[in-house]
DNA sequence: TTTTTGATACCGAACGACGGTATGTAAAAG
DNA sequence: CTTTTACATACCGTCGTTCGGTATCAAAAA
């Protein structure tokens, strides 16, 4: 295979391809040569050249996957004309209103047997977006009197666990009745945290788009 | 080596061992020829004889650490004399007053960088313990009237994602601050629930294990 | 303008370690 | 005495990783 002038267009390749078998195989049945049979032309040295290991691949892997929701967590966070209480409602409906066209539909990803994909996203929303992103939403929130809480900290974590990890239907895979039995207990645990962050339009959506989810598997 | 007339004992070591290792390397790090040295003359014929994978080896491991706290829910569970709150009340507070002298403690075993067994727990967690001990006392609470729900499937998930994931040490490493914020925001959150769950003695000892937690890293 | 040079992109054979299997053997069980 | 069980051991294919090498390119030197 020819030398490329743009050498991010191969890096980009690898993940791309990395990401599908992942994705369909899981990260540890998909091995170095599966990758590189998909590559069209590029070999083993090539992955090697740009990832130092298969790890190496699936750290890149992930923080592509979760660069795209962080980005929407940022730019939230960061807005400027809403107090901390609206900017967790906004994200809440974000996640829920974005359009069904996501990778996440047209590959239907399944981490239900991934154990070290999984992995690395639980780290990743724990240990990155949890203080990163909804933390200083709470902290704003409380400066602005929309947000009472003692923890912020802990509140934050247990936010986004709660919702990026059960609520996932990557993760734990639901019937349209479980995934409506988990938005509304975890409704009402916002509610009992003083958050109003549901209302019947989301709630809507949200019921359809389980029902989605269950057609595409 | 010769032979053994007792093969439970066999078994049993070999689970002895490759517990250790899993938890002292993580279970990828752990090479069958690992528990194969450590296995006192045995050799591999021998764990391939009693186990038909590596996996199976890390199930029996999973599903022993798992029947010693599953043993104490079904024990709760199955009272006579309690209602349905109460029964968590005295799950909560069984859980944190067990002696310290734990395998716990003895091993200071590290999920943090264990996917397999993290992913294991994670597993058994939410699909077993949930629904088969958690959830029949929700049922019984909600007869009883000591529970208001109307979604107890997910709210037992949602309490065993956050009592036994969340504010496991063992998965998430807090400091002392931090594990007594995830408690009073757990606290908080039953509350919200109407479940009055903790009282001072519990937090008071959950300060203490924190402590020694840590101590012992 | 041509040549040199050094960095970068990629190739592919080879390696050691791994999980798993096939076959053998001897002790226990029946 | 026969069968089953509890191991031992040699071996296999696959895996992730390494490494010596080549081709290509841009920029500096001639």
């Given at each position: 295979?020819?030398?490329?002038?743009?050498?991010?267009?191969?890096?980009?390749?690898?993940?791309?391809?990395?990401?599908?078998?992942?994705?369909?195989?899981?990260?540890?049945?998909?091995?170095?040569?599966?990758?590189?049979?998909?590559?069209?032309?590029?070999?083993?040295?090539?992955?090697?050249?740009?990832?130092?290991?298969?790890?190496?691949?699936?750290?890149?892997?992930?923080?592509?996957?979760?660069?795209?929701?962080?980005?929407?967590?940022?730019?939230?966070?960061?807005?400027?004309?809403?107090?901390?209480?609206?900017?967790?409602?906004?994200?809440?409906?974000?996640?829920?209103?974005?359009?069904?066209?996501?990778?996440?539909?047209?590959?239907?990803?399944?981490?239900?047997?991934?154990?070290?994909?999984?992995?690395?996203?639980?780290?990743?929303?724990?240990?990155?977006?949890?203080?990163?992103?909804?933390?200083?939403?709470?902290?704003?929130?409380i400066?602005?009197g929309?947000i009472q809480t003692?923890?912020?900290?802990?509140?934050?974590?247990?936010?986004?666990?709660?919702?990026?990890?059960?609520?996932?239907?990557?993760?734990?895979?639901?019937?349209?009745?479980?995934?409506?039995?988990?938005?509304?207990?975890?409704?009402?645990?916002?509610?009992?945290?003083g958050?109003?962050?549901?209302?019947?339009?989301?709630?809507?959506?949200?019921?359809?788009?389980?029902?989605?989810?269950?057609?595409?598997?």
């Amino acid at each position: 295979m020819a030398r490329n002038k743009h050498p991010e267009e191969t890096v980009s390749l690898i993940l791309d391809v990395s990401y599908r078998l992942f994705m369909e195989k899981g990260y540890e049945r998909t091995s170095i040569q599966d990758i590189i049979d998909n590559l069209g032309g590029l070999s083993k040295g090539a992955i090697y050249h740009h990832f130092k290991s298969k790890e190496d691949i699936l750290v890149a892997v992930t923080d592509r996957m979760t660069s795209q929701s962080n980005n929407i967590l940022a730019y939230i966070r960061d807005q400027k004309d809403l107090n901390g209480q609206e900017k967790l409602k906004k994200i809440f409906k974000d996640s829920i209103m974005r359009p069904v066209q996501d990778e996440i539909f047209t590959v239907a990803p399944d981490l239900h047997d991934n154990p070290r994909l999984l992995f690395s996203i639980l780290r990743e929303t724990m240990d990155e977006a949890a203080p990163n992103y909804i933390l200083p939403i709470i902290m704003q929130g409380i400066g602005d009197g929309s947000i009472q809480t003692e923890h912020p900290k802990a509140l934050a974590e247990l936010i986004m666990l709660t919702a990026n990890i059960w609520m996932n239907p990557m993760i734990f895979d639901n019937t349209p009745e479980e995934a409506y039995e988990k938005f509304m207990i975890f409704g009402q645990m916002m509610k009992g945290f003083g958050l109003d962050v549901l209302d019947d339009e989301l709630l809507k959506r949200l019921q359809e788009l389980a029902v989605l989810y269950q057609k595409n598997k």
